[in-house]
């Protein structure tokens, strides 16, 4: 009898132990309490799986399942022996990737990577990213590839990483941290703390390891989304007037990161694109805009961190002569002009701007002219215009390589805050935010392009300085588009984005996505991302005329085919304006859709950029996410199972004898 007493004792005391060392006394009512309780989500910024027709790059899980992996500070990684979750600070972050990179031994125990948030971290270290030193180098329109216009640029985010990666949000850091230090104060424990990362990419379970591939069996989709183009003042389409000469001012609205959802791209390129509306709204205020000698056009360009997407695709259109681009004729191009990044111009109280020309043609030796012109209306805003040293390859990467391909002889210039180098240390990093970025440089670049854009469209080439006066840009409003496209307070949903459109989230990221269904010159709004679409009823506002009648609602469309329908997301209503603002697709030239699916076109010989042309894809995939648990170990397991086995067996031990006592004992009565 006391066996049993015994075994009962020992049984008790082994199943109590884990609830006694877990230090939870609170009751649980339900099945969510229990996970709850159990389970702790992390918050944070993935990065995910690309791919092209060569292979592919970013980061997935290894296979089908969920990686589990216990939690280890950057610090302690020599001293792991198992494959392990490494928990890094954006600091270390670049070393712990070059590890990983240089040993193979050390790379097959990291199961995971975690990246803790850091503020002001601009002024702590001396820059990070992980874009290569001449971004789309194969892109350019001459032979020095190996130049480096992005000299500290690691290159990181081009390879292929078979784990997953996650960067932390600030509320995801604070959760884990709390976890870590738990571990590390119970080291001796029979419990450790474990991630489990949910990366699961479709390309890595079906095998389709290239863009070729995974479009054929519809584990992908290709980069893409909408750009933007608009007239000022509107193309009247119907009238069978001869058009006047296009001078195109364009920039570009996507940006590129290691992270997907954390692409801010605040120098580069936003800051131009910043600079681009706010020189839009500033001519947009001026009369006469109908008699100028030359016809304005402005477009905003998606998809250019991908091979140039949106600007290749928008000449093919042209040539198409596509409803996308109705109103437009390529041979009446001019002179481009391209805002680039103009966000760090501000240097020792003087705005300093550098013009990066193709060339010296009498065209861009005109805008040249017009550029300095500019600035001498300009002396009080301390504003310096320079040309680019003679001794670099060429233009920076910039959308302008694009109409350089398509015909060499055009007058191109690219408007840039850096001479021979990226004065941007944070190219292509999350780490380019508001806070890299000065709003005088901005309204010092707008105000340079306006007075330029209208000097150079002038039938009057000596413009009085009268007339340039009337062109100033709203300081107010260059804060209001910083605020609400490159931070998430207020972000998109600040009054300006909301007079326009009802955005789908509030925190902005300008990393370019994919493209949903059939490309169209009239697209579902519901496939188009929140920034391309404010940018679209910004514009299509901004450059609109007066209409003879009130303007009247659209719910049944606009009766003027030169008119479009804005505001119609924020009161169901919108508004009929006559404006020539069109939405254009951005996606590779290599690619077509026929029968609901994407097909990859061979080359063509004629175009070197579609040579070259990556055909950049996304995996698609049917969850992400990242939580931290408590896990017993192996070894405890053990234990356990030993310490069952032995119950069991003197359970049985002892019921066996109590029932021979038992029945000699009754034999006996």
């Not at 193979?104 to 820059?127: C, H, M, W, Y």
């Not at 805003?381 to 350089?404: C, D, T």
Request: glycine share 6%.
């Amino acid at each position: 009898m006391a066996l049993i007493v015994l075994s009962l004792f020992l049984l008790l005391f082994t199943f109590q132990l884990p609830f006694r060392s877990s230090g939870q006394s609170s009751s649980m009512e339900s099945v969510p309490d229990l996970q709850h309780t159990m389970y702790a989500s992390i918050e944070g910024y993935p990065c995910v799986r690309l791919l092209n027709l060569s292979g592919n790059i970013g980061c997935s899980n290894p296979g089908r399942d969920k990686v589990v992996a216990p939690i280890v500070r950057f610090g302690n990684v020599d001293k792991i022996a198992e494959p392990s979750a490494v928990l890094v600070s954006v600091e270390d972050f670049p070393t712990l990737f070059t590890r990983i990179s240089d040993d193979s031994r050390f790379a097959s125990k990291v199961s995971g990577v975690l990246v803790e948030p850091s503020t002001d971290l601009q002024n702590k270290i001396n820059g990070f990213s992980p874009d290569q030193k001449f971004p789309q180098g194969q892109f350019a329109p001459y032979h020095n590839t190996g130049y480096e216009w992005n000299p500290i640029g690691s290159g990181v985010m081009w390879k292929s990483y078979n784990f997953p990666v996650f960067l932390l949000t600030e509320s995801g850091s604070k959760t884990l941290q709390e976890f870590v230090t738990k571990n590390e104060d119970k080291k001796k424990a029979y419990t450790s703390n474990v991630a489990e990362f949910d990366l699961v990419m479709q390309t890595v379970k079906s095998g389709t390891l290239d863009s070729e591939s995974c479009l054929k069996e519809e584990t992908c989709l290709p980069l893409g989304g909408y750009s933007v183009w608009s007239s000022l003042p509107p193309i009247n389409t119907s009238s069978l007037q001869q058009s006047k000469p296009i001078l195109m001012t364009v920039a570009s609205m996507d940006s590129a990161s290691f992270f997907r959802d954390k692409s801010l791209g605040a120098d580069s390129p936003i800051s131009g694109l910043i600079a681009l509306l706010a020189a839009v709204d500033a001519l947009s205020h001026l009369d006469g805009l109908g008699d100028l000698s030359k016809q304005l056009v402005f477009a905003v360009f998606t998809g250019e961190a991908w091979g140039y997407l949106g600007s290749r695709r928008f000449l093919v259109e042209l040539d198409l002569h596509s409803d996308a681009v109705h109103g437009l004729n390529h041979g009446l191009i001019e002179k481009v002009i391209e805002i680039g990044s103009v966000g760090k111009g501000l240097s020792g109280g003087v705005n300093n701007f550098f013009a990066h020309t193709e060339g010296d043609s009498s065209a861009t030796n005109q805008t040249m002219t017009a550029l300095k012109r500019a600035q001498e209306s300009l002396l009080s805003e301390n504003i310096k215009i320079a040309s680019a040293s003679s001794s670099n390859p060429g233009i920076p990467p910039s959308s302008l390589m694009s109409f350089l391909e398509k015909n060499p002889a055009i007058s191109g210039v690219v408007l840039e805050d850096f001479d021979s180098v990226f004065v941007n240390k944070f190219y292509h990093s999350h780490l380019d935010d508001l806070s890299n970025v000065n709003s005088s440089a901005v309204v010092a670049a707008a105000s340079l392009v306006a007075r330029t854009l209208y000097i150079l469209a002038s039938k009057n080439e000596d413009v009085h300085d009268s007339t340039l006066s009337t062109i100033n840009v709203n300081v107010s409003l260059v804060e209001q588009l910083m605020g609400c496209l490159l931070d998430c307070d207020p972000g998109l949903s600040c009054e300006l984005v909301k007079k326009y459109i009802s955005p789908m989230s509030t925190c902005p990221s300008h990393y370019v996505g994919v493209i949903l269904d059939e490309p169209s010159s009239t697209p579902y709004t519901g496939y188009i991302n929140d920034v391309p679409r404010f940018i679209w009823n910004f514009l299509a506002d901004r450059t609109s005329i007066p209409r003879e009648t009130n303007s009247s609602g659209c719910q049944h469309g606009c009766n003027d085919r030169d008119e479009v329908c804005i505001k119609a997301e924020t009161d169901g209503k919108g508004v009929c304006v006559l404006s020539t603002t069109r939405y254009v697709p951005a996606y590779s030239t290599r690619l077509k859709f026929e029968s609901g699916v994407w097909n990859v076109l061979p080359p063509n010989s004629s175009e070197k950029m579609g040579v070259v042309d990556p055909v950049w894809t996304e995996s698609n995939w049917n969850s992400i996410g990242m939580r931290v648990y408590t896990v017993q170990n192996a070894a405890y397991d053990r234990l356990v199972l030993f310490g069952g086995i032995t119950l069991t067996i003197i359970s049985y031990l002892a019921i066996a004898t109590a029932r021979t006592l038992f029945s000699k004992a009754m034999k006996r009565d």
